[in-house]
Structures are given as C-alpha cells and as structure tokens.
C-alpha cells in the first residue's frame, strides 16, 4: 500500500491508537485506564511507549513498543501538577484526549507556514467551484463522467497532500464518495437506478468494512494479552546472518495470518529489544517490511486487498495458496540471499539486555493467543463449510473471543484494558471510514461506467495481462493499492476473467508486493519509517533494489509454474491410456 510521508511531526500507519502522546522534552502524558492524565518520564521506563501514526491508504493504527511492564504495575504518579501545566502549554504537544487532527493543528499552530494557508485556500476554492458546478444539473447530466473524474481526482489529491493541507483523509474520503454519488444521481436515467446501484455498491463494501472491524479488534485483543510473545520469545539467535532468515521467515508466515502492519509493528519491537541501535538493525527491519508484504500476498486475510479479492470472488483460497505461495517465497527469498552478501550483515553478532524475559503475558494470555489466532484461520473453513460471506467467519470469531475475555476476566477490575469494548475503542475506526469512502468512490466510477470504459482502453493499447498487472504492482509503491485493486476490481469482471483467472492471481501478488519497492509503498514500511526514524533516501538506496529484484523474480516464478502446470495438464490430456479430465 502506498502512503505519503510529508511531514516529519506525524508519521502514517495503519493500527492502534495510542493512549499516550510523545512530547518534544521526552516526557509523555498518559491517560491511564481511560480516567486521569498522569506524567512520567523516560527515566521510569517500565511503561509503555507508543506513537501515534497514520497511514495515508490503509489505516489501522499502529503502536510502536519499547518497554512493557510487567502486567498491571501502573507509572509512578507525580506529586505536583506543575510539570504538567508546562506540558500542556507547551507548542507542538497535546493532552492525552487530543486527536491526531489535534496534535496536528498544535504542530502547525507553532511552525506557522503560509504556503499551507495558500494550498488550503486554493484547495477549498477548487472545491467550491466543483461544487457549484454541481449544482447545475443539465450540465452534470450531460457531462457526468468528466464532472465525476474531476471530483475524484479532487478528492484524490486531497487524500495524497493531507499533511500539506492539514485535511484528514477520512473526512476527504467520505466528502468525495458523497459528491460522487450526487453526480451519479443526477446523471444517471432517473433517480431509482442510482438508488439501486447504492444499495447494491454499499452492500459489497459494508462485508469488507466489516470484516476488517472484526478482524482489527480480534488482533487488538491478543496484543493486549501480550499473546505474540509466543512467537517472538523463541527468537534466540544473534548470529547476523541466520537472525537475517529467520526473522524474515517469521514474519513472512506470520502476516499470512495477521495483516502486515500488525506483523511489522511485532516484528520492529521485537528488533529494538533484541539489537541496539545500529545500521544493522535498520537492515533487518526493512527486511521485515518486504517479508511482511510478500506473507500477506498469498493468503485471503493476509492483506486487505487479497481480502478485498477473495470476498468479491476473483479469488478461492485454496487456488490462491497453491498458486501465490511460490512467487511469495521466491520474492522473499531473492532480496535475502541478495543482501546477505553485502557488508551490513557481515559484522559481529550484537548483544543487548535481555528485556524480553522482564516482560510478562497478560492472564490467560495463552488462551486468547490461541483462541484469536484460531478464530482468524478459522474463518475460510466458515465459508467453505457454510457458503456465508467471511465477514460472518470473523463476527463469529470475535463473539466466541469476546465472551472468552468476559469471562476469563470477570471481577477484575484492574483488566477492563483487557475486554473487547476496550479493544473497540483502540482500533483505528477513522480508518475503517477511509475504506468505506474510498471504495464507495470507486463503486459510483463503476455504476457510471467510467472503469469500464478505462479497461477496454487497457484492452485495447495493452493487450498482455502480465504487463497490466505488473504495471499495478509498479504504480501501487506510490499510489495506495486499495483504490488501485478497487478500481481494477470495477474495471474487469468475472466475465471478462473468472474466479481464480491468472490475471486475478497476479494482480493479487503485485499489488501486495510492490509496496515494497519505496519506503511510502505500504503500511509495513511506513510503520518501519516511523518506529526507527528510517530516512526515504536511505531505503531507496539500500533496499528498493532487492525489493525490486524480488518482485520480479516473483512474477517469473509464478508464470514458470502456470505455465509448467498447463503443459503438465496438456501432456496428461494426450496420452491415449489416460482418460481425459
């Protein structure tokens, strides 16, 4: 996924929202159990430190952990509330209530700019103008796919430069599929069809919109319980180059099942406790970048755009395993074996203080590890089993874990953290409105024809599926992949190209692989650019190339085995003792 790094005082990803705020002097203000704001500073760093970040495309929030406590020790509290008064009348920082928007708007208010003020004019003028030309019907009516693509790109270049303007992209979002759905209705024959194209549109999104808000909490929740140290405890080596593999490897195989950003997020924290700062260590976590978008490619949940495919219909899961699962590992395996010849893992083993044993897993955290991971595996099985939708498979699965948590934690007051209307209220729900904007904008370009009207253009300049889908990959390491994998999505149907079709099965592995070719091209890289201050330029110097060499060595591995396969087939179909399949 793409997203935009404009600004350096707030930084895009996608998954928890934090309960603290980072303030310039190294203190944070904290909000503790959802009542008092307390001050602590780095010297008691037995708590937890997190950051607020957003991502521009894909938007669950993300939480970057040094140090945990061990369960249940709260900070130590102040004795005056002097320190926090300077805190709070200090620019640039925000009491532990402020939203990002908040932070943002104290950031600007003290670094003044008024470029900023002249772009934001600029930009609401343009909107007014769109706007009041979408006020005279006959001319919407009889020009309604340019007035359309217009707003789109509006709003597009809103959702890109919202640092620059300080416009939240889910506000931006939800404004655009509104004012497209307006033109589609005054253009379309009579108001009744665009109605039913709504519903028929909204219907699609609210099963990915909600399959993504059971998904997220279900990952909250076993965060919470620390459950993920199940895996990352049994990283022991510090040996350079076999730490290379195997947290590369790990964390290939654990986005197949999380999304990832969360994988990421686990993965760099489990860095920055394992190896000190370092070239290295900056090393491995761009590692962990290409890993986590190459394991999110080959599986339904892996990421949300093969979610996207998978609950549309372009794509099964088991076809989507056996196919994608070879060009995942290969666009994996190329970049490491690649880097491992170069100079930043040639050095000496680190050691550092083993921080991972001072932490401990919440109550039953074992438990919820098992029963969330289980609920979120479980829930292809739901759909082949009972022909639901997999959104009804995840909503399952976060009532059986919801239940399980209010039990496990019943009478314990100090564990409300712990339950699922607490995980609720962490989960990045103005990123959930941002896919909801973004692919109800997409659906009004196809109720009005317009993406189809692009696809047979494609069809017609472009003939060869493989450049198509290569080219996507290509496009969507700067521009967000969900509206890229939407748009195609409106663009081809399952006429033109049936379930499991080799051009869906690519456009699946490129759009989830080649994020990894820029810093900015997905959720796991911007996590990593936020969490260990990763310059643009440093990762398109070290990194993008073996990124690129995997993406491609991909795309090969997998037209070699599709096309192994169909010779196989073909050779089996002509030996005359065989019956033909």
Not at 171 to 191: D, E, H, K, N, Q
Not at 553 to 560: E, K, N, Q
Request: charged content about 15%; some cysteine; glycine content about 8%.
């Amino acid at each position: 996924m793409a997203s935009f790094f404009l600004n350096s005082h707030l930084c895009c990803t996608m998954r928890h929202p934090s309960p603290s705020v980072l303030c310039d002097n190294g203190r944070s203000a904290l909000l503790f159990e959802g009542r008092l704001p307390f001050e602590f500073s780095h010297s008691q760093s037995h708590w937890m430190e997190k950051r607020r970040m957003m991502k521009r495309g894909g938007f669950l929030l993300v939480q970057s952990m040094e140090e945990k406590p061990k369960f249940g020790s709260p900070p130590d509290l102040p004795s005056t509330s002097g320190d926090y008064q300077e805190l709070m009348q200090r620019p640039g920082t925000c009491d532990p209530l402020c939203s990002v928007d908040e932070m943002s708007s104290l950031e600007f208010e003290a670094n003044y700019q008024p470029k900023t003020d002249l772009l934001k004019a600029f930009a609401i003028l343009a909107a007014a103008g769109v706007g009041a030309v979408a006020l005279n019907h006959s001319w919407v009516a009889a020009n309604q796919d340019l007035a359309m693509a217009l707003v789109f790109a509006l709003g597009y270049a809103g959702i890109i430069f919202e640092e620059s303007l300080a416009f939240n992209k889910s506000g931006v979002g939800l404004l655009m599929a509104v004012c497209l759905w307006v033109i589609r209705s005054i253009g379309a024959p009579s108001t009744d069809i665009a109605v039913n194209e709504l519903t028929h549109a909204s219907a699609e999104v609210s099963e990915i919109v909600f399959f993504l808000l059971g998904a997220m909490t279900i990952v909250e929740i076993v965060d919470a319980h620390q459950g993920f140290k199940l895996v990352t405890d049994n990283i022991t080596t510090r040996k350079p180059r076999t730490l290379l593999w195997v947290v590369s490897f790990v964390t290939f195989f654990l986005s197949a099942i999380l999304d990832n950003l969360t994988t990421t997020i686990v993965m760099v924290s489990l860095l920055r406790k394992l190896l000190p700062p370092s070239e290295y260590r900056k090393f491995l976590g761009a590692v962990v970048v290409i890993a986590a978008n190459a394991g999110g490619a080959w599986t339904p949940i892996g990421d949300v755009t093969t979610t996207m495919l998978w609950i549309h219909g372009q794509i099964s899961t088991v076809q989507t395993i056996q196919n994608l699962f070879i060009p995942a590992v290969v666009s994996l395996a190329v970049p490491l074996a690649l880097m491992s010849l170069t100079s930043e893992v040639d050095g000496k083993g680190q050691e550092s203080p083993d921080v991972l044993a001072s932490e401990q897993m919440a109550p039953r955290g074992q438990l919820v590890f098992g029963v969330g991971i289980g609920a979120l595996l479980f829930v292809p099985i739901f759909k082949a089993i009972t022909g639901l939708p997999p959104y009804m498979g995840i909503l399952l699965g976060l009532g059986v874990l919801w239940i399980l948590t209010d039990a496990i934690h019943y009478g314990e007051s100090e564990r409300q953290t712990l339950k699922v209307p607490q995980a609720l209220s962490r989960i990045d729900t103005q990123g959930v409105l941002f896919f909801l904007g973004i692919l109800l904008s997409v659906s009004s370009l196809e109720a009005a024809g317009i993406l189809r009207e692009l696809a047979n253009y494609l069809d017609a300049h472009i003939p060869n599926v493989v450049l198509i889908t290569s080219a996507i990959g290509v496009v969507s390491a700067v521009i967000d992949n969900v509206p890229l994998v939407a748009a195609t999505m409106g663009m081809y149907h399952l006429s033109s190209f049936p379930m499991d079709a080799e051009f869906w099965q690519l456009i699946a592995y490129c759009a989830g692989t080649g994020g990894s070719m820029l810093i900015i091209g997905s959720a796991a890289g911007v996590a990593f650019m936020g969490m260990e201050k990763v310059d643009f330029f440093w990762y398109l110097r070290k990194v993008s190339g073996f990124a690129f060499a995997g993406y491609t060595a991909g795309i090969v591995a997998y037209l070699v085995a599709h096309n192994f396969h169909d010779s196989i087939q073909t050779t089996l179909a002509q030996v005359p003792f065989l019956p033909s399949s």
